[in-house]
Nanobody, 131 residues
């Protein structure tokens, strides 16, 4: 059974940093789309970053581009989200997801989407940014 476990959430001040981790257990498929999402109560889940673990650069939402960085460690089947210059509006529950839709073009290679139609989800980790 595949599981995703997030960690690294917490409370920080405006302008601070946090690093989220996501460990995938029970996986046999090595190349897949993995993404980071967040959700505030009463709002839709928002895609932040995604990466095709078989290779290629991560994709970012405009709201976090330049502040958040998604990386991977395939040897441990983990992905990370480094969040810098955090703002109060970044306060949300953050989720890791796997098995997202994959697209391929000769120009861009494999890419993943930021729409929350991924198959596997973690339990979430809370991030709170105080002003």
């Amino acid at each position: 059974q595949t599981q995703l476990v997030e960690s690294g959430g917490g409370s920080v001040q405006d302008g601070g940093s946090l690093r989220l981790s996501c460990a995938a257990a029970g996986y046999t498929r090595r190349s897949k789309c993995m993404g980071w999402f967040r959700q505030v109560p009463g709002k839709q889940r928002e895609g932040l970053a995604a990466i095709y673990t078989g290779g290629g650069p991560p994709e970012y939402a405009d709201s976090v581009k330049g502040r958040f960085t998604m990386t991977q460690d395939n040897s441990k089947d983990m992905v990370f989200l480094q969040m810098d210059r955090l703002k109060p509006e970044d306060t949300a529950m953050y989720y890791c997801a796997a098995e997202g839709p994959t697209s391929f073009t000769a120009r861009t290679g494999y890419t993943c989407g930021l729409i929350p139609n991924y198959t596997i989800w973690g339990q979430g980790t809370q991030v709170t940014v105080a002003s």
